[in-house]
């Protein structure tokens, strides 16, 4: 359950902004909102919150627009000075955690509170610059799309400044995901997106941290929602005025959620895969049994009994190579289990998608209907 209070100035969820008559289409700007989760950037979100104003008057004669700024239990200076700019700025609304939620459960919260017919995800620190807003409302007003996603791993994307460390394992998370996905997405992790407002809210959406980019993407997939990537640049360079500034992302935590979230996408990939593999070695090595075998059974002449030669072949030739017995039943063994906890995986797989699809439904006419009774 999210804990939040709102600033003096937004009025609550529901401001005179969010009001709009919007069964009044193709007579008024679309709205557009703009979420920014924040932890601890005190340094810089006076500034980048200006600059985001400033870019978002310029695109006025096209759109409405709001920011929505979720202050998620910062303890230094974030939420005083992001409420003292929403004070002189009425386009700009603050919300606070009053402790550390994770970024999955600060973009929940602020979809609950904004009405845009457009939602873009910034992240606070602008390392992606301003002017990605007008390429992704561009893309998502022409193709249509669901969810348009700002990608500097596609063809014509770009990384800049970023710590080898940390470029490398977004690089080789991306792939993995990317993988997992048959290759459709390059970039699952992007937090820069912009996603059609209706549907967006209809996602009942369960992560809490950094894992909820890639699941926005898994549950949009299963609704069969269009899905683009437009290329993006991804500059650190901006932070270089703050050298003592820390990411807040928990590599280790972020890594086992990329894991997790590439089973989601393709369960098959960890048990089946493996286990027709190991299955294959088990061929190979048991190969070598019945080799053994033979030979020892061919040397028991002096058993005329079939049974009795083959035991005593069986027994010898386990004497002779023991590891070859051990490994070969091992392997035969690991790879039946893993191919059988595919086939379960696979079929609980099956009935999650069923259930998310009729509980989405539900979830989105309950949305629509509240929708409705709000104009």
């Known amino acids: 359950m999210n804990i939040a209070n709102f600033g003096p100035h937004s009025n609550g969820p529901f ?11 193709n007579t008024v700007r679309p709205l557009v909102s703009l979420v920014v989760p924040a932890y601890n950037e005190a340094a810089l979100i006076e500034g980048n919150l200006e600059k985001l104003c400033r870019y978002m008057k310029s695109l006025e004669s096209v759109y409405r627009w709001e920011i929505i700024l979720v202050n998620d239990g910062s303890i230094d200076r974030t939420g005083e ?5 929403a004070r002189h700025n009425s386009n700009v609304r603050v919300f606070h955690h009053i402790t550390n939620f994770g970024l999955g459960q600060a973009f929940k919260f602020a979809f609950r509170h904004c009405r845009g017919e457009y939602v873009l995800t910034l992240d606070a620190d602008l390392s992606y610059s301003p002017d990605h807003i007008k390429k992704l409302l561009d893309t998502i007003t022409t193709t249509k799309a669901k969810v348009v996603v700002a990608s500097p791993y596609m063809q014509g994307g770009k990384i800049s400044n970023v710590p080898w460390l940390r470029k490398t394992l977004s ?42 980019m890639p699941e926005i993407i898994y549950k949009a997939r299963l609704l069969g929602a269009m899905i683009v990537e437009v290329p993006a640049h991804l500059d650190w360079g901006l932070l270089n005025s703050e050298p003592e500034r820390r990411s807040s992302m928990k590599l280790w935590h972020h890594a086992m959620a990329i894991i997790l979230s590439g089973f989601l996408f393709r369960p098959v990939m960890f048990f089946i895969l493996p286990g027709m593999l190991m299955l294959l070695f088990a061929a190979y090595v048991n190969m070598w049994m019945v080799f053994h075998f033979i030979e020892q059974f061919q040397a028991m002449k002096a058993f005329p009994l079939f049974f009795e030669r083959a035991s005593a072949a069986v027994s010898e030739a386990y004497a002779t190579s023991p590891h070859t017995f051990i490994i070969g039943i091992s392997a035969t063994v690991l790879g039946i289990q893993l191919v059988g906890m595919g ?20 979830y989105r006419a309950q949305g629509e209907a509240v929708e409705t009774q709000r104009q």
């Open 15 to 25: 401001s005179p902004l969010t009001r709009t008559n919007y069964s009044v289409k």
């Open 81 to 85: 000075l992001a409420e003292e700019f």
């Open 171 to 212: 690089v080789w998370a991306n792939r993995f995901l990317a993988m997992t996905t048959k290759g459709h997405i390059s970039t699952l992790t992007s937090m820069v997106r912009a996603y059609d407002g209706r549907f967006l809210r209809s996602l009942n959406l369960r992560s809490r941290g950094m894992e909820v």
């Open 343 to 362: 086939i379960l995986s696979l079929q609980n797989k099956n009935y999650f998608e069923e259930l998310f699809h009729l509980s989405s439904t539900i």
